[in-house]
């Protein structure tokens, strides 16, 4: 659950909940990843936000505990404002392949590209998950939250080169095929070649 709250002095927060699914209300496994994957997530988001121009959220106060006084685990955290990619694409009814009009199509796709390269730029030496100590606030990779292993030694450091394979056109036109091609093209634009 998601709830903007906005105080006398105009700033926003929001407030992000995890409410507990049907099947994780008595604990066990589900309770466990849904603790894990907020603290991956507000771990990221701190990361970036420290070191990146992204335009990410300040994290406030959260509590990853399902047990806590609010009664689910939750996130109190900056508002930004914006329009969701989705809602550019249903303005034009669906039908289009632009993001919004021509000029909001232009900046939406400038503005992925540059947020693609910029994650794209950070080199880790293991494999897993980043995780941030509380104590130290330093940033560390852990166990991955989806196989359960890690952190892993990478075999280098660099990030791998990506191979796109050609299918055939009808197949290649699906909104689900657009998104390898559109990630080649902004990392033609914006990768180690390209300019930032």
Same mark, same amino acid.
């Given at each position: 659950?998601?709830?903007?709250?906005?105080?006398?002095?105009?700033?926003?927060?929001?407030?992000?909940?995890?409410? *507990? %699914?049907?099947?994780? /209300?008595?604990?066990?496994?589900?309770?466990?990843?849904?603790?894990?994957?907020?603290?991956?997530?507000?771990?990221?988001?701190?990361?970036?936000?420290?070191?990146?121009?992204?335009? /990410? *959220? %300040? /994290?406030?106060?959260?509590?990853?505990? *399902?047990?806590?006084?609010?009664?689910?685990?939750?996130?109190?955290?900056? &508002?930004?404002?914006?329009?969701?990619?989705?809602?550019?694409?249903?303005?034009?009814?669906?039908?289009? +392949?632009?993001?919004?009009?021509? +000029?909001?199509?232009?900046? =939406?796709?400038?503005?992925?590209?540059?947020?693609?390269?910029?994650?794209?730029?950070?080199?880790?030496?293991?494999?897993?998950?980043?995780?941030?100590?509380?104590?130290?606030?330093? =940033?560390?990779?852990?166990? +991955?939250?989806?196989?359960?292993?890690?952190?892993?030694?990478?075999?280098?450091?660099?990030?791998?080169?990506?191979?796109?394979?050609?299918?055939?056109?009808?197949?290649? %036109?699906?909104?689900?095929?657009?998104?390898? /091609?559109?990630?080649?093209?902004?990392?033609?634009? &914006?990768?180690?070649?390209?300019?930032?």
């Amino acid at each position: 659950m998601v709830r903007r709250i906005t105080f006398a002095d105009g700033i926003s927060w929001v407030a992000r909940l995890r409410l *507990p %699914e049907l099947n994780g /209300v008595f604990g066990g496994r589900d309770a466990l990843d849904n603790a894990c994957a907020l603290k991956i997530e507000i771990a990221s988001m701190k990361f970036f936000k420290s070191k990146t121009s992204i335009p /990410v *959220p %300040e /994290v406030y106060s959260y509590n990853v505990d *399902p047990t806590n006084d609010v009664g689910a685990p939750y996130i109190l955290m900056d &508002y930004i404002h914006g329009t969701v990619a989705i809602e550019l694409r249903m303005a034009r009814n669906g039908y289009s +392949d632009l993001f919004g009009t021509p +000029d909001q199509d232009q900046r =939406f796709r400038q503005q992925t590209a540059k947020v693609q390269a910029t994650l794209s730029s950070f080199k880790f030496d293991q494999i897993g998950s980043l995780y941030q100590n509380e104590e130290t606030l330093e =940033f560390f990779i852990g166990l +991955d939250l989806k196989t359960g292993k890690g952190p892993g030694r990478r075999q280098r450091t660099t990030t791998p080169t990506l191979h796109f394979e050609q299918s055939k056109s009808d197949v290649q %036109e699906s909104p689900s095929f657009t998104v390898p /091609v559109l990630f080649k093209h902004l990392i033609s634009l &914006y990768g180690d070649n390209g300019s930032r």
